[in-house]
C-alpha cells in the first residue's frame, strides 16, 4: 500500500484550530539541553522536529495523545501541556 | 448555568463518564455530564472491541439500538518475524448470538450514543466546554471551573481519561512515568462489506479479531491489532512510551511499516485510509492506581487506571462503564446519608472490590510486570516462527524428529534452556 506522510494522514483528520491559545507550548531554551529529544521520535503526529538545532514544534495537527507530555525527560517545565479549549483540537469522526 | 448545585458533576462523556451520568439520573439526581469535544466521542479512539457484559447489565441487549459494528466470532493471534508468520485462531460461532460476547466498534459514535442514554435518564450534557480546575473549599471539592463559569456540586467525579489532569489537581493521582503507559496509533482503512467478508472469512454480521507481536513494533513492547467494522477495519499498534522515548524509528513511521508488513498488506489492500488517530493507554493496572476518592471527589474509567492488557485480551471499556456505574451508586449512598466526605465516599472502593474490576486487576496484578519482558516482543517471535517455519518445511534432507527440531531452533536463537523456562512459568502463573 502506498506510504502516507504524515502531513497526508493528519490532512485526513477534521481539525478545528485555535488561533488565540497554543495548547502546548515547548521552552526551546530548555530543549537546548536536552540530548536526546524523544519527542522527536515518539509524537504520533510528527509534530516535533529539529531545524536549524531548535526544537520546532507546530500544536495544530495535534492528535491529543498525551505521549510528547510523558516521555519529555523535562516535562512540566519544557511542555506546557493541556488539552486544547473546549470545542477546539481534533474532531475524531470514526475514532 | 446560574447558582445551581449538582448533585454530581461528571467530567468526561466517554464510557465511565456516560454511565456515571445515566446511573445517577436514572435514580432522580440532578447531573451534569461536561465534555471538551463538540461532541461526545470526537475525543476518544481506542483498538476497536468492547466486551458486552458490563453495559448488559446496565441496559440489557443493548446493541439491539447501539450503534455497534460486527459481533467477533474470531480471534487470532499473530507472531510476526522476518517475513514468517504463526498464528492462533480460535472461531466460536456462539459468540455471534445474543448475548453478544463481544463487538467491534467506533467511538465517535458509539461514545455520542452512550451519552444520549444518560440524557434521556435525565442528565444535562454540556459539550464544548474543557473543565480547568476543581474548586475546593477547605481541601473539599466542591465544584469545578471552566474558563469564568464556576459550578457547585456534592459531588465531583472525574471520568476524564488516562491524561486526567482532575485527579492529578485533586492530588489523588501523581504523573505517571513512561514505563507506564503505552501510545496507541490506529488507521480507520474503509473497505467494501463484500471484501471484508471475504478477505476475513466470515459471515453476516460477525467479525474478526487479530491481534500481532514482534516485528510490527520494531521488537519493542507492544504490539498490532486489527478490528473488523462493518466497512472498515480498526488497523494500528500499541507501543510502550518507555521504548518509544528510545526508538530508533519515529513513531507514524512505524505504523507506516506495519500497514506494508506482508502478514497485513492483504488484509487491507485497495482500502482506503479514513482517518488517523493516536491515544495513551495506561498499563501499570493497580501499580499506577491513584487514590479513588477523595472529599467530594471520585475517580472513575482510564483516569483510574482501569486497563488489563494480558496481550491476548484487552480491556478498558468495560473496567470504565463498571467503574462508573460504582461511582455512582457511591454517590447515591452518600446523598442518602447527606455527607460527601471521603469517608462516606469510600463506599466506591468497596463496590469495586466486590465487582471484577477490583477482582480482575488483583488477580491479574503481575501481569503488567511480566508484559515489559522484552524476549516476548524481540526473542520469542523469531523463535516461534523459526521452529514452525521449520517444522513445516520439506526439502529432501536427513530426517529430524520434532523434538530435536524445537531443541536445534532454541539453540540458534542463543536464548537459554532456563530462561525459556522461568519465562514460560511466569507466563502460565501470571496471564
Ligand atoms: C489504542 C487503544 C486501544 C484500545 N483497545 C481497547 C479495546 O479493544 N477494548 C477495550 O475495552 N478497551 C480498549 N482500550 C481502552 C479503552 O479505550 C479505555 O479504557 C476507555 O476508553 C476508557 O473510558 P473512559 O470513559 O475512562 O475514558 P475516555 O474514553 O478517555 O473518556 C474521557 C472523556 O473525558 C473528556 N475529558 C477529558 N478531560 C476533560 C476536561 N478537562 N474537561 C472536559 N472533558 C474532558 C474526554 O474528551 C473524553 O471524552 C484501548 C485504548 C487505546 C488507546
Ligand atoms: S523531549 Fe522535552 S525537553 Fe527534550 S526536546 Fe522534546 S520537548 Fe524539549
Ligand atoms: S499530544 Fe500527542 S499528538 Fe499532540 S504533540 Fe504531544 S505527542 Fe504529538
Given amino acids: ?95 | 448555568m446560574g447558582e445551581e448545585k449538582f448533585t454530581a458533576i461528571v467530567v468526561g462523556a466517554g464510557p465511565a463518564g456516560s454511565t456515571a451520568a445515566m446511573v445517577l439520573a436514572k435514580e432522580g439526581n440532578d447531573v451534569l455530564l461536561i465534555e471538551k469535544g463538540a461532541s461526545p466521542g470526537s475525543k476518544n479512539m481506542f483498538g476497536g472491541r468492547m466486551y458486552c457484559h458490563a453495559l448488559n447489565r446496565i441496559l440489557p441487549n443493548f446493541w439491539e439500538e447501539a450503534p455497534v459494528e460486527r459481533a467477533v466470532a474470531r480471534e487470532t493471534v499473530t507472531f510476526l518475524h522476518g517475513g514468517k508468520a504463526v498464528s492462533l485462531t480460535c472461531r466460536n460461532s456462539d459468540w455471534t448470538k445474543p448475548p453478544y460476547h463481544s463487538v467491534t466498534l467506533l467511538r465517535a459514535e458509539f461514545d455520542s450514543w452512550l451519552a444520549s442514554k444518560a440524557e434521556e435518564a435525565g442528565a444535562e450534557l454540556a459539550c464544548n466546554i474543557r473543565v480547568d480546575d476543581l474548586l475546593t473549599e477547605d481541601g473539599r471539592v466542591v465544584g469545578i471551573r471552566a474558563g469564568e463559569d464556576e459550578i457547585l456540586a456534592d459531588a465531583v467525579i472525574a471520568a476524564d481519561g488516562v491524561n486526567s489532569l482532575l485527579a492529578q489537581k485533586a492530588g489523588l493521582a501523581k504523573m505517571f512515568s513512561p514505563g507506564q503507559v503505552s501510545t496507541g496509533m490506529k488507521q480507520v482503512i474503509e473497505l467494501p462489506e463484500e471484501t471484508i467478508r471475504d478477505r476475513f472469512g466470515l459471515e453476516g454480521n460477525a467479525g474478526a479479531v487479530q491481534l500481532f507481536v514482534g516485528e510490527c513494533t520494531g521488537g519493542m513492547p507492544g504490539g498490532g491489532f486489527l478490528y473488523t467494522n462493518k466497512s472498515s477495519v480498526s488497523l494500528g499498534l500499541v507501543v510502550s512510551a518507555s521504548a518509544l522515548q528510545r526508538s530508533s524509528v519515529r513513531a507514524p513511521d512505524l505504523m507506516e511499516d506495519f500497514k506494508n508488513n506482508p502478514e497485513i498488506l492483504p488484509l487491507i489492500e485497495g482500502g482506503k485510509v479514513a482517518e488517523y488517530s493516536a491515544h495513551l493507554i495506561p498499563e501499570a493496572g493497580l501499580g499506577m492506581m491513584p487514590r479513588i476518592y477523595g472529599d467530594g471527589i471520585l475517580v472513575a474509567g482510564d483516569a483510574a487506571g482501569f486497563v488489563l492488557n494480558l496481550g491476548y485480551v484487552i480491556r478498558g471499556m468495560d473496567f470504565a462503564i463498571a467503574s462508573g456505574e460504582a461511582a455512582a451508586r457511591a454517590v447515591i449512598c452518600a446523598k442518602e446519608r447527606g455527607d460527601f466526605s471521603g469517608n462516606s465516599l469510600s463506599g466506591y472502593q468497596e463496590l469495586l472490590k466486590k465487582s471484577f474490576v477490583l477482582q480482575d486487576l488483583e488477580a491479574y496484578r503481575k501481569v503488567p510486570e511480566f508484559m515489559e519482558n522484552e524476549r516476548l516482543y524481540a526473542e520469542y517471535p523469531g523463535l516461534l516462527t523459526s521452529i514452525f517455519t521449520n517444522v513445516f518445511s520439506v526439502d529432501g534432507s536427513q530426517p529430524i524428529r520434532l523434538h530435536s527440531k524445537i531443541l536445534n531452533r532454541v539453540k540458534e536463537s542463543g536464548l537459554s534452556l532456563a530462561q525459556l523456562a522461568v519465562d514460560g512459568w511466569k507466563g502460565a502463573t501470571r496471564l
Fill in chain 1, 1 to 95: 500500500m502506498k506510504r502516507l506522510s504524515t502531513e497526508q494522514l493528519l490532512g485526513l483528520d477534521k481539525f478545528v484550530v485555535d488561533d488565540e491559545e497554543a495548547h502546548i507550548e515547548v521552552d526551546r531554551q530548555l530543549c537546548r539541553d536536552c540530548s536526546e529529544k524523544p519527542c522527536c521520535v515518539a509524537c504520533p503526529a510528527g509534530l516535533y522536529t529539529v531545524k536549524d538545532a531548535e526544537i520546532s514544534f507546530d500544536y495544530a495537527g495535534c492528535l491529543e495523545c498525551g505521549t510528547c507530555r510523558v516521555v519529555c525527560p523535562q516535562s512540566g517545565s519544557a511542555i506546557r501541556w493541556r488539552y486544547p479549549r473546549g470545542g477546539f483540537g481534533v474532531q475524531y469522526r470514526y475514532g
